[in-house]
């Protein structure tokens, strides 16, 4: 077995590793890595409200517990691992992080005190962030151009069935026995996928570094080098500006779905839990899929057709989400909770896909941690957070609609959403050849033949 470090640079390729069922089997085990990733994350989610009761807390607490808590150190952590992601074995990395994550979960579950959940959730955030960058680098290494969007959305699938098992696992357990058990639940599959990972994963080569006639290392591809890389370029900027206020303005819902039909349409803890797992994380299965192979037929005939589609979604989005808000009818808030999910799911395939297309190979590890760190700050932190000052501060003059009218500010700002990448679609074209030029720049000239003819595999 390699150690951490091992795997750096120019591999030579494994017989195996160049089969077209070794690529689908790793994604697959990627994306149950994230599923799992998902389930630990959002599983709390599902016992906002026991754990209000249990600790007499404020929805402004419990939006920092679910928001903020979690991000900060998802964001700090975020450089240092999507640094480690360039450098060592990204196998044996993400082996490692989850191994952390999940007992960490699983601790939360003996918590006598809100501060002893802050903690543990904190730590969490942290071991989390070198999840993604890892696996993205992975996936970009091991797919084309040409399937980039439909293998980054297969991997996104993971958010929605993370959700799915997360809500189903914290409403079903939580009403047979209790909060505690959830956790305790959470944290027992992380061991098996990790012997998975070393037992049937080898580190794929980082493919378009073989071109290389200099030096291991010889190349800087910093933080700061990969962030004015980022600046330079419009395209990676409207479309990281789409993704990331996509997050906020989902996030200002999502965490706080269960409460709101607890509370507004009278639904027990495994009501809610169901009918979310079932609404929205099933539903955003399928439009995750959708989205993914969508994006890439269209991408096919235009790629401006791939942040367009993410302009259409945003608009679903915002409907869907005012209408589960406002209508009064449960079946109907399901409904149109499916229609959220879908919209919100389509946009992952076709907005990480694109973002690591826009990126050069040697710098997508570090890249991709930074697109998470904006992501965990301004989306998953603040839209949380968001919601609950809002709630609190509207209390008195809506009662407990007060969380409903909060969750329907931040789903509106959605509209911010498409307008990113409707911008973004100006400067895809010029965004995806920056990206292969400078990768080419890289190359000796006899081997610089342009982004497109070296997708073509």
Avoid at 258 to 282: D, T
Wanted: overall charge positive; some cysteine.
């Amino acid at each position: 077995m390699s150690h951490l470090g091992e795997g750096v640079g120019i591999d030579k390729k494994t017989p195996w590793q160049e089969r077209s069922w070794y690529r689908w089997y790793a994604l697959g085990l990627l994306t149950l890595v994230y599923v799992l990733h998902f389930v630990d994350r959002t599983v709390v989610f599902a016992i906002l409200e026991p754990i209000k009761h249990e600790f007499d807390l404020t929805d402004t607490q419990l939006g920092f517990y679910s928001g903020l808590v979690h991000s900060l150190p998802y964001a700090l952590a975020g450089i240092p691992m999507g640094m480690l992601a360039d450098r060592v074995n990204r196998r044996n990395l993400l082996a490692v992080i989850i191994i952390i994550w999940s007992g960490l979960t699983a601790l939360s579950g003996v918590a006598q005190s809100f501060l002893f959940l802050v903690v543990a959730r904190l730590c969490v955030g942290a071991a989390e962030a070198g999840g993604t960058p890892s696996a993205m680098s992975m996936l970009a290494d091991l797919f084309s151009l040409r399937r980039r969007s439909t293998a980054m959305g297969i991997y996104m699938l993971g958010t929605p069935l993370g959700i799915t098992v997360g809500y189903l696992l914290g409403g079903l357990v939580a009403a047979q026995f209790d909060w505690r058990m959830v956790f305790f639940i959470a944290g027992v599959p992380g061991i098996v996928l990790s012997l998975l990972l070393l037992l049937t994963l080898r580190e794929p080569v980082r493919q378009e570094l073989i071109t290389l006639d200099k030096p291991r290392g010889h190349a800087d591809f910093s933080p700061l080098v990969t962030l004015r890389f980022m600046a330079r370029s419009p395209a990676l900027l409207f479309v990281v500006a789409g993704v990331v206020w996509g997050t906020f303005a989902s996030g200002t819902v999502l965490a706080w779905v269960a409460p709101f039909l607890m509370r507004s349409h009278g639904f027990s803890v495994a009501e809610a839990g169901l009918a979310i797992a079932l609404g929205y994380g099933l539903a955003g299965a399928l439009g995750t899929v959708i989205g993914g192979i969508l994006a890439d037929r269209l991408g096919a005939r235009d790629v401006r057709w791939i942040p367009g589609l993410n302009a259409i979604t945003s608009l679903i989005i915002v409907a869907a989400g005012a209408a589960m808000l406002l209508v009064q009818d449960s079946f109907w808030c399901i409904v149109f909770l499916m229609l959220f999910g879908i919209g919100v799911s389509m946009q992952y395939g076709p907005g990480h896909g694109l973002f690591q297309s826009l990126l050069g190979a040697e710098m997508r590890g570090r890249g991709t941690a930074i697109l998470f760190i904006l992501i965990a700050l301004i989306g998953a932190g603040l839209g949380p957070q968001f919601t609950g000052l809002l709630s609190d501060y509207w209390a008195a003059s809506f009662g407990v609609d007060s969380l409903r009218y909060a969750m329907l500010t931040g789903a509106a700002s959605g509209l911010l959403t498409a307008i990113f990448f409707l911008a973004a679609m100006r400067h895809v074209r010029e965004g995806i050849n920056e990206a292969g030029r400078n990768r080419d720049l890289m190359k000796p000239a006899s081997q610089a033949k342009g982004h497109f003819e070296a997708d073509r595999g």
